[in-house]
């Protein structure tokens, strides 16, 4: 492994688990990681939707805004456990659709593994794979890990 990329979500619990395995296992190799979180546009245009109504943040929302939030959460995630840790780390926030965005962006850097999220769902402990994490596992070329949190 020479580079890879983390998604991070909000969910701390989740996140910081996996960034935390995904830093370990960068540090020892010597390999550099990307940290990730993508805004889904849904949210986006919500958000841009309420500041119009509201007047807020001179009611605009910019695309440029939103990807500066992102990047901010993707530092957030990482801060603590990046700290403690030598190991190169690059923060990366987009506005658009997380399984799309997150291996187009993992191509472009270069990076041949991912570590995502993935809910336990079931009593015995068996990884439930929603959507975007198997759209992931299937169309990103190279090795994904799959951190299991607890619904």
Not at 133 to 146: E, M, P
Request: with cysteine.
């Amino acid at each position: 492994m020479e580079k890879a990329l983390a998604v991070v979500r909000m969910d701390t619990g989740a996140t910081e688990a996996l960034v935390e395995e995904a830093v370990e296992l960068c540090e020892g190799v010597d390999a550099e990681l990307v940290l990730l979180h993508v805004m889904p546009e849904d949210e986006y245009e919500d958000r841009m939707a309420t500041r119009l109504e509201t007047g807020s943040g001179g009611g605009t929302f910019s695309i440029d805004e939103a990807e500066r939030e992102a990047t901010h959460i993707a530092k957030e995630a990482g801060r603590r456990v990046v700290e403690e840790h030598d190991v190169d780390v690059e923060y990366r926030g987009v506005v658009g659709r997380l399984e799309q965005d997150a291996i187009e962006i993992a191509e472009d850097e270069g990076c041949d593994h991912m570590f995502i999220s993935g809910r336990r769902r079931s009593p015995s402990g068996k990884a439930f794979f929603g959507d975007v994490t198997q759209r992931i596992l299937l169309n990103f070329d190279g090795l994904v890990t799959v951190s299991l949190y607890d619904e």
